[in-house]
């Protein structure tokens, strides 16, 4: 049993970019920037495990013993609408990545996840993988992503969101909690609960509409 690991990072250009996007008079093009360079902030430590393989590399002077992302190529997947707007930064970090995608939405009634588009690849043996979802509220869109990925064998899972509550991260834990693969929470910032609409609060609004528009 393997216990899930929780991150928020703790860095202060990590904290200003987080503060633009809660502020309610920031607009989609700017949302979408920091969105992105966030991203790439909190994937430099989601990608701390990456997998790489030791190589020389030649400088001008002589070689020089080197690391390279090493196979099989991890999958970054972002969970569609509101973590496609994660999927560069993710990616400029990680460039060897392959893309998975997941469309999934909460019934914002009773608040479960529904299923509406999966394209991954069938066997995920021995494959990192990276969620992308900048919400991680009551944690059943999370959970569920996690669940699917497992099932088909990933080695291990790692999400990246730009806010959890703290509902939603007990919840993984409870659901993963005799799991033997290693499960990471990679987060801006863990915010002090849940409203009566299953929003977080302060929280930063509804993620897919700042970015995308509402639907
Ligand atoms: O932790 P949960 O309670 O499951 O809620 C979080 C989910 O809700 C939001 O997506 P939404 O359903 O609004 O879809 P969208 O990305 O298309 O806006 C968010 O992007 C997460 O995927
Ligand atoms: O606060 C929340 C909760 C779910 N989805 C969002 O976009 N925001
Ligand atoms: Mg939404």
Known sequence: MIPMKILAVDHPLVAHKLTVLRDVNTDSPTFRRLAEELVM??????????????????????????????????????????????????????????????????????????????????????RQCYVLDPMLATGGTLAAAVKLLLGRGATDVTAVCLLAAPEGLKHLEEAFAGTQVPLRVVTAAIDSHLNEKGFIVPGLGDAGDRLYGVV
């Open 41 to 126: 902030l909190l994937a430099y430590e989601a990608t701390r495990d990456v997998r790489v393989a030791e190589t020389t590399v030649r400088t001008p002077l002589a070689d020089a013993p080197g690391v390279q992302l090493a196979g099989p190529k991890p999958l970054v997947v972002p969970i569609l609408r509101a973590g496609l707007g994660m999927l560069d930064g993710m990616t400029r970090l990680l460039p060897t990545a392959e893309v998975g995608f997941l469309g999934m939405v909460r019934d914002e009634g009773t608040l479960l996840a529904e299923t509406y588009a999966t394209r991954l690849p069938e066997d995920l043996s021995g």
